[in-house]
């Protein structure tokens, strides 16, 4: 029998419990497949004390971070607000582990702690879609995707919830080849492996669902040229559809004109950043496709009912507030 190949997973407080769920059924699967206790995980927390999911539900934990060195992998799964936790210990940890050659991997937002570690440096690598626009603000260095997950010489990050699922079977094939991980996704119950290029579900997507491929096609160029916007003669025609059909469209499925539904995506962008990004408010207007400061201005108080300086001063306000809230472990 092989040595077991020790996984841990550090869970960060508020940790998504279903993308956790999801890697070890991976794992447990592999081993009653291969015949053999070829996967051990290990769950690990900030300091050894059992840690509140996101759900509120307490998970215990093998060990603190700090214990643990004998690991041929480790997992940041995380779905905590960027920033909110006190993580240099963490970092200097992970960052150790990386020269060790463990695998490393990010489950939901663990690819920004791991960023943050120096570990993703000229790697591919992918968050939680609501995180994406600030990783890679933060993080230039790091080819940041909205892919449901990346792996890339040695990283493993998925965007969490069944994206880890997806993951953790593409991995298995890399160790065991296509066949055992199809095996492994059968007895899941799965009808087929996601490739990893696939695109994260965002709302707009979601809501549409599989109604219209055509629509689909507009969303996803919309959402890929918030910078610079396309007309919607452009999109009609690049969708191959007329301008009234693809109006039709929007209005069947979404309740809105193209125009009025492509300038909320960019001002609900332009607020992400606004919270979650250290650029300027010129910046972040330019970013999103206001070509003035005033326009960009007047759009977003339209919108939101506050200016965009008003949004990010009341950001700033609402961290001071609850930054020196730390929560005692029971």
Known sequence: MTTPQRYGFLLLPGFPMFALAGALEVLGAANGLLGEQGYAPYLLSLDGASVAAGGGARVEVNAGFAEATELHAVFVVSDHSLGALDLGACCQWLAARGDAGCLIGGIGTGAAVLADAGLLRGHRATVHWPHVAEVAERHAETVVSSNLYEI????????????????????MGVRHGERVAQEIAAQLGLERIRARDERQLVPSAARIGGGSAKLAEALALMEANLSE????????????????????LFKQHLDALPSRYYLDLRLTRAR???????????????????????HFSNAYRSHFGRTPREERSQRAAAWRDVAPVREESP
């Open 152 to 171: 890339d010489r040695g990283r493993l990050t998925c965007a969490g919830g069944t994206a880890s699922v997806d993951m953790l079977l593409a991995w």
């Open 272 to 294: 992400r950043l606004l919270q979650q990004s250290s650029q300027s408010i010129l910046q972040i207007g330019l970013a999103c496709g206001f070509a003035s400061g005033p």
């Open 229 to 248: 916007p396309l007309p919607t003669e452009d999109i009609a025609r690049l969708v191959g559809v007329s301008r009234r059909q693809l109006e039709r």
